[in-house]
C-alpha cells in the first residue's frame, strides 16, 4: 500500500502550483467558517451590553466583515470547485495516456486472456474515481481537520466540561468508523470486478450484434446479461449494506453530540459554570465541526472508490511487456527479405504443449512460400512469431541473418505486412483507413495504392469516394471491398515481406479473383508467406510447405506434392 500510495502522490508534481493555491483556499473557507462563530459570541456576550449607539456602529462594522468573510469563503469554494477539479481532470488525462500507452506495448499473450470491456473500465471509471479522490481528498482532510481541531482548541477556550461532553462520543465514533471501513473496501473491489463484467459482456454482444440477430438469439443474450446484472446488484447490496450502517451511525453520533452538549449545558448553566452565551456559541461550533465529521465520512467512502480503482490501475501499469526492445536493439536497414527458422519450437504458454516442434526453414528473399495443413497445424502461429506478435520459445528466427530479437520492435513490424482473413477497419473513411498503412501519405499516394489493390473504381463510385465513411469496422462495404482496402494499406507501407493470412477464404468467387490479382501483384519481388485455405490458389506456388503437428512433413511444387500422393494430395482432393 505504502508503494501505491507513492505513485499516486506522484501525479501531483506537474500540478503542484495549483494544488498548493488549492489548499490555501481550503484553508481560508475552514478559517472563515471557524471565526463566524466567534464573532456572534463577541456579539451576544459584549455587543448587545454596549449603548445602543455603540452596538449598532459595532454590529455593522461586525456585519461587514462577516459579510467579507462569507466572500473569501464563497470565492475559495469555487477555486476549490473549478480549477481543484481542472487539476483532477488533467490528473485523469496524465494517467489515462499512459495506460493507453503500457496498452499498447502488451502483446497478443497479454490480450489472449483478456477481456476488452475489462480493460475498458480501468480507462474510464476507474480513472474517474481516482481523479475525483486525487482533487477532493487532500482538500476535504485539509478542511475538515483544521474545522475539527480549531473547533476543538476555540471550544476547550470557551468551556473545558462542555468540550469534554462533545468529544466523549469521538473515539466510539472512531472505533464504528474502522469497524465498518474494513468491510466496505472489500464490497466496494468487488463492485469494480462485477462492473467490468458487464461492460466486457455489453461490449461483446454490441461487437457481434449481427451474430446475435441473425440467430434470432436477443433472449439469450438478455438472459446473460441479466446473469450479469443480477451479479453486479447483489455486490452493490452488499457494499450499500455496510455503506448504510456507516454513514446511519455515524450520523446518529453526530446528533448524540448535540444531544449530550444541550443536557450538560442544560445542567451547568443554573450553576453559574457555563453562560447561555457559551451554550450558544458551543452549539453552533457543533455544526462547524460535524459538518467535517460528515466530509470524512464521505472521504473514506471516496478513499475506498478511488484506492480500489487505482491499485486495479497499478496492476496494469505493473505487468511487464513479455516483448520488447533489446538494450543495444539496432533499425533494420536495406531489408533483403531472407527469413530463416533455426530449430524453432513455440507453445502460447509454459503449462500448454507445444504448437510448433523443431521448425527449420530458409526462405531466400523474395520467394513466394506457401503454407497449408490442417487447421491447427500452427501456420498462423509461424507465421505470427515474424513479426514477434510472439517470441519462439526455443531456436530462433533470422532476417538477413540478423536473430530478429536483435531488432528495434517497431522498425521489424515497419518492413512487414500483414493481410488477414478478417479484416480490421477503423470507424472513419476509406482515405483514414488506407493512410493507416503509412500515416504521412499524400492523396496521391493513398489513391495510387488503391488502384493497384484493384480498389480505386468501387471507391469512386461510392458516395462520397475516398471520403465515404465506412462505419464501424467497415460494416458498409462487401468482404471483397473489405479485403482489398487491407490490401490497399500494404501496398502503401510497401514493405519487402508480407504475411497473407487466409486473405481470401471468406470470400466468393468473383471477389476472391479480384484480390487475388491484387495479392499476387503485391507479392512480386517480395519475401512471401501465403497460408492457404482454398489449395487452389496457392497452385502456382514455386514452394509449398504442408505443416502438421510434427513440424514440416511435405515440401515441393504443387505437381511434386500431389505426385507424392501424401499429405498435400488427400487434403487437395478433400476440397
Excluded at 35 to 56: G, H, K, M, N
Excluded at 70 to 86: D, E, K, L, P
Aim: hydrophobic fraction near 45%; aromatic fraction near 10%; glycine fraction near 6%.
Amino acid at each position: 500500500m505504502k508503494q501505491n500510495l507513492k505513485k499516486m502522490i506522484s501525479y501531483y508534481k506537474p500540478y503542484l502550483g495549483v494544488f498548493f493555491i488549492d489548499m490555501f483556499f481550503a484553508l481560508l473557507a475552514a478559517v472563515a467558517a471557524l471565526v463566524i462563530p466567534l464573532i456572534v459570541r463577541y456579539i451576544t456576550s459584549t455587543v448587545v451590553y454596549l449603548p445602543e449607539q455603540d452596538a449598532v456602529k459595532t454590529i455593522g462594522k461586525l456585519a461587514l466583515f462577516m459579510v467579507a468573510l462569507v466572500a473569501i469563503q464563497c470565492y475559495s469554494n469555487y477555486y476549490i470547485s473549478n480549477n481543484g477539479h481542472v487539476m483532477g481532470a488533467k490528473i485523469e488525462y496524465d494517467m489515462r495516456a499512459e495506460i493507453f500507452a503500457h496498452y499498447q506495448k502488451l502483446s497478443f499473450a497479454f490480450y489472449d486472456n483478456q477481456k476488452v470491456g475489462q480493460l475498458m473500465a480501468r480507462i474510464t471509471t476507474d480513472l474517474f474515481d481516482i481523479s475525483e479522490l486525487l482533487h477532493h481528498g487532500p482538500e476535504n482532510i485539509v478542511i475538515s481537520l483544521i474545522k475539527i481541531i480549531g473547533a476543538f482548541v476555540i471550544m476547550m477556550g470557551i468551556s473545558p466540561k462542555l468540550t469534554v461532553a462533545a468529544f466523549a462520543l469521538v473515539p466510539f465514533m472512531i472505533a464504528y468508523a474502522y469497524f465498518f471501513n474494513k468491510r466496505m473496501k472489500k464490497a466496494f473491489r468487488q463492485n469494480r470486478i462485477k462492473i467490468a463484467d458487464i461492460n466486457s459482456q455489453i461490449e461483446d454482444n454490441l461487437s457481434g450484434i449481427r451474430v446475435v440477430k441473425s440467430f434470432a438469439n436477443e433472449e439469450v443474450e438478455q438472459e446473460k446479461f441479466s446473469r450479469g446484472n443480477k451479479g453486479f446488484l447483489d455486490a452493490k447490496k452488499n457494499s450499500y449494506l455496510f455503506m448504510g450502517g456507516y454513514q446511519a451511525g455515524l450520523t446518529a453520533f453526530t446528533t448524540l453530540i448535540t444531544v449530550v452538549v444541550v443536557i450538560a449545558g442544560a445542567l451547568w448553566i443554573p450553576g453559574g459554570s457555563v453562560s447561555i452565551t457559551d451554550l450558544i456559541t458551543f452549539l453552533l461550533y457543533i455544526n462547524v465541526f460535524t459538518e467535517p465529521v460528515k466530509t470524512l465520512i464521505d472521504f473514506t467512502e471516496q478513499f475506498q472508490n478511488g484506492y480500489s480503482g487505482f491499485e486495479r490501475f497499478m496492476e496494469i501499469l505493473s505487468i511487464e511487456p513479455d516483448i520488447s526492445d533489446e538494450e543495444n536493439a539496432i533499425v533494420m536497414e536495406n531489408v533483403r527479405g531472407e527469413v530463416e527458422f533455426q530449430d524453432v519450437s513455440f507453445r502460447y504458454e509454459e503449462h500448454l504443449s507445444r504448437v510448433l516442434r523443431h521448425i527449420n526453414l530458409k526462405v531466400p528473399a523474395g520467394s513466394y512460400v506457401a503454407l497449408v495443413g490442417t487447421s491447427g497445424a500452427g501456420k498462423t502461429t509461424l507465421c505470427s512469431l515474424i513479426p514477434r506478435f510472439y517470441d519462439v520459445s526455443e531456436g530462433r528466427i533470422l532476417i538477413d541473418g540478423c536473430d530478429i530479437r536483435h531488432y528495434k520492435l517497431k522498425s521489424l513490424r515497419d518492413h512487414i505486412g500483414i493481410v488477414q482473413q478478417d479484416v480490421y477497419l477503423f470507424a472513419g473513411t476509406i482515405f483514414e483507413n488506407i493512410a493507416y498503412g503509412k500515416p504521412d501519405a499524400t492523396r496521391q499516394e493513398v489513391i495510387e495504392a488503391a488502384k493497384n489493390a484493384n480498389a480505386h473504381e468501387f471507391i469512386l463510385s461510392l458516395p462520397d469516394g475516398y471520403d465515404t465513411d465506412i462505419g464501424q469496422r467497415g460494416v458498409k462495404l462487401s468482404g471483397g471491398q473489405k479485403q482489398r482496402l487491407s490490401i490497399a494499406r500494404v501496398f502503401l507501407k510497401n514493405p519487402p515481406i508480407l504475411i497473407f493470412d487466409e486473405a481470401t477464404s471468406a470470400l466468393d468467387n468473383e471477389s476472391e479473383k479480384v484480390v487475388q490479382e491484387s495479392l499476387e501483384k503485391l507479392a512480386k519481388n517480395r519475401t512471401t508467406f501465403v497460408i492457404a485455405h482454398r489449395l487452389s490458389t496457392i497452385e502456382n506456388a514455386g514452394r509449398i510447405l504442408v505443416l502438421t503437428e510434427h513440424g514440416i512433413e511435405e515440401e515441393g511444387t504443387h505437381e511434386e506434392l500431389l505426385a507424392r500422393n501424401g499429405i498435400y494430395a488427400g487434403l487437395y482432393h478433400t476440397h
